[in-house]
């Protein structure tokens, strides 16, 4: 007899990077905190100032030579709520058009990138008009129904200079609403039955339910709404024959659809990883008040089953989807 366990774990946790790569400790370097985002910066180097709309602003010292044309680093952020400001695509191409059109500013790149599972639109300019031409960098974070704006700010000639620093001050940025998904370090979970790696933002569960060997959460955010994303490994024993791999999936699927309310079966698949043989199986559903995504792998070694499961809220399911696939490619058995 084989006894399936599928488990669904709701808590709540703490905060996030944006970028995931602020140094432990920087000599001279002060910390901006606020609720929206943290950011740090060399106080040897720059000075906290104020600029309409702008919720951080730091600008280059004065001179004799550069008393008040200095060069700036600024946060703004704008509330998203419903759309208002449109999508990622749609907001940035109604600003790049608008540069377009305007002859006294010339739009030198406009590209949207992406680190890990984050994407952004990354836009340089430069002005054409007067004496003092200036050059900028701006970068726009779409947020848990906020848009982030980093911007760097400086005269065209000395722009190529302190890009560097601009970049390394920018890196720092972090928000308390967004996980980190450039994942900058990874920890080991070692088992007598297997190993992985897993992101080192993630909590491992010190008592995982009865059935599961393990079980992961991610980092909280603002907009969880009570359900937290989890990633758990089911054991299943076989007292007597051991169901071959397509007809013990099959059984795990079956007992979903009973667990799930609405539950539709999007794909189910048999794939190989090296030579562990798996099904995969994706599909959608209703868990208490929560509609949830959820990928399954489902593998089978000696007298033993196993059930990897990542469940997700329907709508943030494709923001791990990639942490969530490098963890599955280091997972090996024993």
Not at 72 to 90: A, S
Not at 142 to 149: E, L, M, S
Request: proline share 3%.
């Amino acid at each position: 007899m084989m006894r399936l366990s599928f488990v669904f774990t709701l808590i709540l946790l703490s905060k996030i990077n944006l970028n995931a790569q602020t140094p432990d400790s920087l000599p001279h370097w002060e910390t901006y905190k606020e609720n929206v985002f943290n950011i740090r910066y060399p106080a040897t180097d720059w000075v906290k100032t104020d600029e309409l709309n702008a919720r951080f602003c730091i600008a280059t010292k004065a001179t004799v030579q550069k008393p008040y044309d200095r060069d700036l680093i600024k946060i703004e952020v704008m509330d998203n709520e419903d759309g208002l400001h449109g999508t990622m695509d749609e907001f940035t191409k109604k600003y790049t058009d608008e540069l377009r059109m305007d002859k006294q500013t010339q739009l030198v790149a406009s590209e949207r990138l992406k680190k890990g599972t984050l994407e952004y639109h990354e836009i340089i300019a430069k002005s054409l008009a007067g004496k003092l031409k200036r050059q900028w960098k701006e970068r726009y974070y779409f947020v848990n129904g906020k848009i982030i704006r980093s911007v760097f700010d400086a005269q065209q000639k000395v722009y190529d200079l302190m890009l560097p620093q601009a970049d390394s001050i920018l890196q720092t940025l972090t928000s308390v609403d967004f996980e980190a998904t450039t994942v900058s370090q990874w920890r080991v979970f070692e088992h007598p039955q297997l190993t992985f790696t897993y992101p080192s933002q993630w909590t491992l569960s010190e008592m995982p339910p009865q059935h599961t060997i393990f079980q992961l959460f991610k980092p909280k955010k603002s907009d969880d709404r009570g359900f937290r994303d989890n990633l758990y490994l089911a054991e299943n024993t076989f007292k007597e024959s051991i169901p071959e791999l397509g007809s013990y999936a099959q059984r795990a699927t079956e007992q979903l659809k009973a667990t799930l309310k609405n539950a539709q079966i999007l794909q189910s698949t048999r794939k190989k990883q090296g030579s562990l043989a798996y099904q995969e199986v994706v599909s959608t559903g209703t868990l208490g008040t929560h509609e949830v995504k959820m990928q399954q792998w489902h593998f089978v070694k000696g007298k033993k089953a196993y059930t990897l499961v990542f469940v997700a809220r329907a709508d943030k399911f494709d923001e791990s989807k990639d942490v969530v696939g490098e963890l599955f490619k280091s997972f090996k058995l024993k």
